[in-house]
């Protein structure tokens, strides 16, 4: 099956600055990597998400890559704000929701 | 709020109880998920329902049964849990299993004593 992998487990930048998570899959028939972002005590939230006929998706602050041939994908936050403070978890899959894989997740902390 | 409500939102039970789950989905989707979330593994898909019809198990113990009457309501019915079941059951939505966005539930966090 599956299996992601999610570095680093924790991230703390100050607060400007930028942020990548970087995450790996292993199945090469997954083809939609979306990223989810989890404040303390609420639900995890969709923020961006990618599939693989593309190699690069933003959405103001927030970037993703993806790169096929090596079998990873990576989030980008520019200009970090505290309010970007959160798990982060990336996701793999080659059947939407049904056979979704997600990652261990990165805890993000924007230092003001 | 994203539409998916989740009763109770705490619960703590005994290893000899049996509870449920409720989700509930307002957002007219056919596909409905729980997940299990904690330390060890921070998301797991346990269950998948598409138009009330299960179609992945994803290994879950038979101590853990969901029950899905309609589109709208997902059930985790509990009996006999152990206390490595503690953790936070996450119920979730999508239009279809294709991909398209997951919406989540606020989770009811589980105590097993």
């Known amino acids: 099956g599956e299996n992601v992998e999610q570095h680093p487990s924790t991230l703390s930048v100050q607060e400007g600055d930028s942020a990548v998570i970087k995450c790996t899959y292993s199945d090469s028939a997954s083809n939609y990597f979306p990223w989810y972002k989890q404040e303390l005590g609420k639900r995890p939230q969709l923020i961006i998400d990618?599939?693989?006929?593309?190699g690069e998706k933003k959405d103001q602050r927030i970037a993703v890559t993806l790169n096929k041939t090596a079998k990873h994908f990576s989030l980008h936050i520019t200009e970090t704000q505290p309010e970007d403070s959160a798990v982060y978890f990336c996701a793999a899959s080659s059947l939407g929701y049904q056979k979704v894989t997600f990652g261990t997740g990165t805890k993000l902390q924007v230092i003001p | 709020e994203t539409g998916v409500t989740q009763t109770p939102r705490h619960l703590v039970m005994g290893m000899t109880n049996k509870k449920s789950l409720k989700c509930e989905q307002h957002l007219g989707h056919n596909a409905m998920y729980w997940y299990k979330q904690s330390a060890k593994k921070p998301l797991e898909l346990m269950f998948v329902?598409?138009?009330?019809?299960?179609?992945e198990n994803n290994s879950v113990p038979s101590r853990f049964s969901p029950e899905c009457p309609n589109s709208s309501h997902l059930f985790l019915h509990l009996h006999t849990l152990q206390p490595e079941d503690s953790a936070l059951y996450l119920c979730a939505s999508s239009q279809g299993q294709g991909n398209t966005e997951a919406f989540f539930g606020q989770g009811t966090r589980l105590t097993v004593v």
């Open positions: 990618i599939r693989s006929n593309v």
């Open positions: 329902y598409n138009f009330k019809e299960q179609t």
